[in-house]
């Protein structure tokens, strides 16, 4: 979306990011145990973000992002075979359309482990979401606004 410095009008859908302080601090955790050996534990946020959530961060944080409609939004995007979502494009339509892409993942044996640990998922938004889209421009990842905006 920021290369092509546009957005679907009406972008739906959401996703589970999962903060790596969590994974990490969960995965110590779990595997200091000596019980569970074997079992799967399924390290997934079970709160939501919207993608209109960090495309409104997005354009707080002055990136400038014009809304077309999808099916213009997706002929822009396929047209530069550099574009970095290119490969995943039709995962990522489907996705923010609201009709399919990050499902609910069951985290009830990985919630059981941790109970008591003080290990718990942040849901991620305002200032936690401003700083890692700081830490994708910062490092490269992202290109930095037009107008630049300071970063909380």
């Given at each position: 979306m920021l290369t092509a410095g546009a957005v679907p009008a009406g972008i739906s859908?959401?996703?589970h990011p999962t903060p790596v302080d969590y994974v990490s601090a969960a995965i110590l955790r779990l595997s200091?145990?000596?019980?569970?050996?074997?079992?799967?534990?399924?390290?997934?946020n079970p709160h939501r973000l919207h993608f209109s959530e960090v495309v409104?961060?997005?354009?707080?944080?002055?990136?400038?992002?014009?809304?077309?409609?999808g099916a213009?939004?997706?002929?822009?995007v396929r047209s530069d075979p550099e574009k970095s979502l290119l490969p995943l494009l039709?995962?990522?339509?489907?996705?923010?359309?609201?009709?399919?892409?990050?499902?609910d993942i069951d985290r009830h044996k990985t919630e059981a482990a941790l109970a008591g640990s003080g290990i718990s998922c942040p849901r991620v938004t305002g200032e936690l979401l401003a700083r890692?889209?700081?830490?994708?421009?910062?490092?490269?990842?992202?290109?930095?606004?037009?107008?630049?905006?300071?970063y909380p």
């Open positions: 859908g959401y996703f200091s145990r000596l019980t569970g050996v074997g079992d799967t534990y399924n390290l997934s409104d961060q997005l354009r707080a944080l002055g990136h400038t992002l014009v809304d077309l409609d213009e939004w997706s002929r822009t039709d995962v990522f339509e489907a996705a923010i359309s609201g009709i399919g892409g990050y499902p890692y889209l700081k830490f994708f421009t910062d490092q490269g990842y992202f290109p930095a606004p037009a107008r630049r905006k300071p």
